[in-house]
């Protein structure tokens, strides 16, 4: 079973037909682009909880 989550939150585990109904995709901030991949993310981001974030070094 994943791991608890917000409402409208995609868990690892999860894609976004998992979503409960009135979620219609994860949330995002505004200048995040939604994704279920890494290949549906810009090079230098990762798709992480349903949003592609920047990949920052240690």
Do not use: A, R
């Not at 979503?19 to 991949?37: A, H, I």
Request: with cysteine; hydrophobic share 15%.
């Amino acid at each position: 079973m994943p791991e608890e989550c917000e409402e409208c939150e995609v868990c690892f585990g999860q894609d976004p037909g998992d979503l409960p109904p009135g979620c219609e995709e994860p949330g995002c901030k505004e200048w995040q682009t939604p994704c279920q991949d890494i290949k549906d993310c810009p090079d230098g981001q990762f798709c992480n909880t349903g949003c592609c974030i920047d990949i920052v070094p240690e």
